[in-house]
Each structure stands twice: as structure tokens, then as C-alpha cells.
């Protein structure tokens, strides 16, 4: 693949003077009989799309898809959710090999129409952090949060294979579609803090998606974003949604670890806002340094309305749905 164009971007480490503070809405519990080993909550939440009046959520260390009602726009708590199987089998109940064997979901996407999917469809997309976590999720929608049932399989080693060569240890974290082009975001960390935006021909993407065309598309362009560190410790993309006019908001965590398997302290945590030039014009950490891996927006008047879920790296531990107001 020829080298693709990118650009540094810097920005100062953001003031923790400034920072939002979350409200919760409750923890990502599930219904009664849900989980196949009898958990009763996500507790790996790492990506998040709303879509009609469903939250749509994936956990890394789960081969299931979590659907929970959207209550939370009149303010109510998250009501328990189900679960709908991405991947055939069982992980591990323990927490060492459950960690080896995991697809690690890292990024769930919102998808306009393509090949197969009229209505359009849902993207769960593994990290590429290991071979083993090279497997995407594609899930057709019968209408907005609605699916029809119709999953497909979408081999990633040959899209990830030339991220690697730029990125040695590679860890894809967000996605989604805007004016035309598919965009997948880059996860850094203290051994290598290079986050990054890389770009790809939406209209080239959408065959291969669909299994239309055998050739993986090449990236149009890879920008590194540097958002700065707190304590030593760099800020790095964790999730990414579009905005109104081209823009794009991001959740960044600032996790004390120097690779991208194994885990550390969340030290500071951050929603951000970039430009359609690409440049950060936003970063403020959030109160309490919640380890936030997946986010949605509204537009409620002049502020943005983001629903947060968060990972918090230990199994016993509930995922919680989080809400923040930020100013536009």
C-alpha cells in the first residue's frame, strides 16, 4: 500500500480546572438468564451506539452484542438489557484465559446503507491487537434499532495488515461513516502515544463489507492526533462519532499502560472535538477519570448530550452508563 499522507497534530494536555462531570444512569445489568455463565452485567463496555430507541453496546470479553431500551432521554436509569450472539462458542470463565481467547470488540459503528443492508447495519469491529482479534461483525437493520436478524462475518487481517506496518502495536478502537468516507481510530499508549484518524473511501469500503469485492480498499489517509498527557501518562482515542458539519467528537483515556493488552490505572479520562481540517479544538478531561470506551451524542439546544459507558478492567465490576451535557 503506498504510504498515505498524514499530518501531526498538538495540542496541550487539557486543564483539569475544566472538567465535566458526569451523572449516572445506572450499571449495564442484564435480564435474567442472559448470559451463558450467568453473569448478570457487562463489565467490558467498549462500544456504544444508539439507534432508534435501543442502546446498542460491546464488551471486549464477550462473543455478545448488548441491546438495552433507550430510557435515558427523559433522564430515567438504564433498564437491564439482553443479548444477541456476534460469535458461535464459549470464552473462558476465568479472567486470565478469557483475556487470550476474546475477540476483543473494541468499536461498534452505525452504518448508512450497503450491499445486503437497504436500512443499513451495525459493525463490531475487533481490535487487531492479536490474531486472534482480527474478526468483524456486520448486523443488518430491519429499521433505525431494529435488526433483522441477518449477521455476517467479516475477516479483518487483510485490512489491518498495512495499519501494522504503521502502527507495530495496533489497537483500533472507534468507526464510523461521514460525508462519504469510513473512519476507524487508532489507539495509542505509553509505549507508543501515536493515536491516530485513518480514512477510507466509504464507497470502496461498503462492497468489501458486504463480501462483494474480494480486495481489501487501501486507507486514504492516516493523521496522528496528540492530545496531550496527565501525569506522565498520554491521552488516546477510546471512541469516535460524528457531528454536524464534518466535525467529530472523540472519548480519550489516559490508562497507565505501555501496550495495548495488558491493562493499567485510568489516570484521567476526556471528550474531545475535532474539526474537518483536523485539528483538536477541545479536550476536557471528565470528573473522576471514568475509563470511558464508548460514547453517543444529541443535540439538545446549544449543548451536546453524550451518553458515556465505561470499562472498568474487572469482571465483578458492572459497566455504568454515564451521561454528560458539553457545550458546542
Excluded at 450491499?115 to 459493525?123: I, V
Aim: aromatic residues 4%; contains cysteine; charged residues 15%.
Amino acid at each position: 500500500m503506498p504510504k498515505p499522507p498524514h499530518s501531526p497534530l498538538t495540542t496541550t494536555a487539557p486543564s483539569l480546572a475544566n472538567s465535566l462531570v458526569p451523572t449516572r444512569h445506572g450499571a449495564l445489568w442484564l435480564e435474567a438468564g442472559q448470559h451463558p455463565q450467568g453473569r448478570v452485567h457487562l463489565s467490558a463496555a467498549s462500544g456504544l451506539v444508539r439507534s432508534g430507541a435501543q442502546l446498542f453496546v460491546v464488551a471486549d470479553d464477550e462473543l455478545h452484542l448488548g441491546v438495552f431500551g433507550d430510557t435515558l432521554g427523559g433522564g430515567g436509569a438504564l433498564q437491564p438489557g439482553r443479548l444477541l450472539r456476534l460469535l458461535a462458542g464459549d470464552l473462558p470463565a476465568d479472567k486470565g484465559p478469557r483475556k487470550k481467547a476474546k475477540p476483543d470488540f473494541e468499536t461498534l459503528a452505525l452504518l448508512p446503507p450497503l450491499p445486503g443492508c437497504a436500512c443499513g447495519a451495525l459493525l463490531a469491529l475487533g481490535s487487531g491487537s492479536r490474531p486472534n482479534r482480527e474478526t468483524g461483525v456486520l448486523l443488518a437493520l430491519a429499521a433505525p434499532g431494529v435488526l433483522n436478524g441477518r449477521t455476517a462475518i467479516v475477516p479483518l487481517a487483510a485490512l489491518y495488515a498495512p495499519l501494522r506496518k504503521r502502527f507495530a502495536d495496533l489497537n483500533i478502537e472507534g468507526a464510523w461513516v461521514s460525508s462519504g468516507e469510513l473512519l476507524l481510530l487508532q489507539r495509542g499508549n505509553k509505549g507508543d502515544a501515536r493515536s491516530a484518524c485513518i480514512r477510507y473511501d466509504w464507497n470502496l469500503m461498503a462492497p468489501w463489507l458486504a463480501g462483494l469485492q474480494p480486495l481489501q480498499p487501501a486507507a486514504k489517509s492516516i493523521q496522528i492526533l496528540n492530545l496531550g498527557s496527565v501525569d506522565g501518562v498520554p491521552l488516546s482515542l477510546t471512541d469516535g462519532v460524528p457531528l454536524p458539519n464534518g466535525e467529530w467528537m472523540f472519548s480519550a483515556v489516559a490508562e497507565d499502560t505501555a501496550d495495548s493488552v495488558a491493562d493499567g490505572a485510568c489516570v484521567a479520562s476526556a471528550l474531545g472535538v475535532v474539526t474537518p481540517e483536523g485539528q483538536v479544538r477541545r479536550c476536557i478531561t471528565l470528573q473522576g477519570a471514568p475509563k470511558v470506551e464508548g460514547i453517543a451524542v444529541q443535540t439538545e439546544g446549544d449543548d451536546w448530550v453524550v451518553t458515556l459507558v465505561t470499562d472498568p478492567d474487572d469482571p465483578t465490576v458492572a459497566s455504568q452508563c454515564l451521561m454528560v451535557r458539553m457545550a458546542r
